[in-house]
């Protein structure tokens, strides 16, 4: 049971490239989220969703879209890296109330 | 609008004595409030929890407070240890409501830091 797994762990981009983050969960949770961390800000919702099949967005949405075609998946894609998205990236899942979460993946946007 | 606020930075206590990290919300819609505990380069992991029909959950040497007419919560940590030295999010959720989304709204966090 390896709970909330993320890849990659560490990314550099340039500015305009693209890439996907993976979020896995291995607990049959229905609710998927991912955030953002920077410093002094706490961690900010981007999108998440509630279902297999399902969206939303959260608090900071734009510059990211998600998917979520498998229940355990969870992916976060930046179609054209801008340097404010710099950031340490964190995903989490939940059966209801308490959220659990993956080890991050630090982006680095030059 | 930053519904969910920890005004201090950063708390320094000796080991031994007692932590408080304090947390205030706006939003009285909130009705389950969390802690989490950040080592640097991992994941939050939870604490502890407290639903708005209690004021005070205890597990172990962690204590978390409610008080709802001041929309204020607290963790008290006794005795504080080495290994407690972190960031601590308190997090708010609104779980009664007709559509739950199993949203957190988080904090800007605490580090704390016990001295040996």
């Known amino acids: 049971n390896a709970g909330v797994t993320q890849t990659p762990k560490f990314r550099v981009l340039k500015t305009g490239q693209s890439m996907t983050l993976l979020c896995a969960q291995d607990?049959?949770?229905?609710?998927m989220y991912w955030y953002r961390q920077d410093p002094g800000m706490g961690l900010r919702l981007i999108h998440y969703?509630?279902?297999?099949?399902?969206?939303a967005k959260g608090e900071v949405p734009d510059g990211y879209n998600v998917s979520r075609l498998k229940k355990q998946n969870f992916l976060l894609g930046l179609e054209s890296a801008a340097p404010s998205q710099t950031s340490v990236y964190f995903c989490?899942?939940?059966?209801?109330?308490?959220?659990?979460f993956g080890p991050g993946t630090r982006l680095l946007v030059l | 609008d930053q519904q969910v606020k920890q005004n201090s930075p950063s708390l320094s206590v000796q080991e031994g004595r007692i932590s408080i990290l304090n947390c205030d919300y706006t939003?009285?819609?909130?009705?389950?409030f969390l802690w989490y505990k950040k080592y640097p380069a991992e994941g939050p992991t939870f604490l502890i929890s407290?639903?708005?029909?209690?004021d005070k959950n205890e597990d172990g040497r962690f204590t978390v407070f409610l008080n709802k007419s001041a929309k204020h919560l607290s963790l008290h940590i006794v005795p504080s240890q080495p290994g407690d030295s972190a960031v601590y999010f308190c997090?708010?959720?609104?779980?009664?409501?007709?559509?739950?989304?199993?949203?957190?709204?988080f904090g800007q966090g605490t580090t704390l830091q016990v001295k040996p």
């Open positions: 997090a708010a959720s609104r779980y009664g409501g007709s559509s739950n989304t199993g949203k957190l709204i």
């Open positions: 939003n009285s819609m909130f009705d389950y």
């Open positions: 407290i639903s708005s029909i209690k």
């Open positions: 607990m049959n949770h229905e609710y």
């Open positions: 969703s509630v279902g297999e099949g399902t969206t």
């Open positions: 989490a899942s939940t059966p209801g109330e308490t959220q659990y």
